[in-house]
């Protein structure tokens, strides 16, 4: 999705969630507030650079929307914790949480996609940590152990699933809006990563996958795995 796309679906959708549409869009405040300052001083003496900044602050409206989701009820089925196109699907070693074999999905989110993350089950934060580390481009595969990352576990009592917010090269700040303890429905916004960033799932190796590498994921909604009921 091109940055005219993000415009159109963010002016184009009649049902968002007041307060954590502004919660997120405060999240660009300081931003907003330059480029919108820039736009009055400037335009004084340029014109051109009047709707130059405009057209700034309105691809950063754009970068922060955050639409409202249909979330599946079925509590077998997790869904994406993050809008993206998923980059690699592979059996890993969730050593910081579950301590045990894991299959990991990769999803790369670019400046265009929607980057409010979301609880992929309903459950109970268990755990979350920051951890500093690089700046690599999420889309390289070291990114996951060698980037600053904030590791999230949510805890139902059928499963436990580890989230991993990975910042990239260009995305340099993890936003965490939950705590330890909190209480989450699936599809719940518990933070965001600011611009082009990855999110992992770690997920029950005998967990049913429902997508693809190269599949683009909607967070909140888009079903990626479904739990086995035995």
């Given amino acids: 999705m091109g940055i005219f796309g993000a415009l159109t679906e963010l002016f184009q959708v ?12 405060l999240e660009a405040r300081w931003i907003l507030g ?13 014109t051109w650079t009047f709707w130059f900044f405009l057209l ?23 869904v994406a914790a993050a809008d993206g196109t998923v980059m690699d699907i592979t059996e890993s070693d969730e050593n910081q949480v579950l301590k ?8 790369f989110l ?5 980057h409010t993350n979301r609880a992929p089950i309903d459950g109970r934060v268990i755990y979350r940590e ?17 980037n600053e990352s904030m590791t999230w576990a949510f805890e139902n009592p059928c499963v436990t699933v580890v989230v991993r917010q990975i910042t990239g090269a260009i ?6 809006w939950a705590k330890i303890g909190d209480e989450l429905k699936k599809g719940d916004r518990f933070g ?4 082009g960033s990855r999110t992992e799932l770690y997920l029950p190796l005998n967990a049913e996958l429902l997508v693809k590498t190269g599949d683009h994921v909607f967070g909140g909604s888009t079903i990626i795995a479904r739990l086995s009921r035995s």
């Fill in 171 to 176: 995305a340099r700040r993890i936003v965490a």
């Fill in 56 to 78: 700034l602050f309105l691809c950063t409206v754009a970068f922060f929307r955050d639409p409202k989701r249909t979330v599946p009820a079925d509590p077998n089925l997790i």
């Fill in 14 to 25: 009649p049902n968002m969630v007041p307060f954590m549409r502004l919660q997120t869009i």
């Fill in 192 to 195: 965001m990563i600011r611009f």
């Fill in 100 to 107: 045990m074999k894991t299959r990991r999905v990769g999803i």
């Fill in 34 to 46: 330059v480029f919108a300052l820039l736009a009055v001083v400037c335009g004084l003496f340029w």
């Fill in 130 to 146: 920051h951890r500093k580390g690089l700046y690599f481009d999420a889309r390289r595969p070291e990114c996951s152990e060698k």
């Fill in 110 to 114: 670019s400046i265009f996609d929607v």
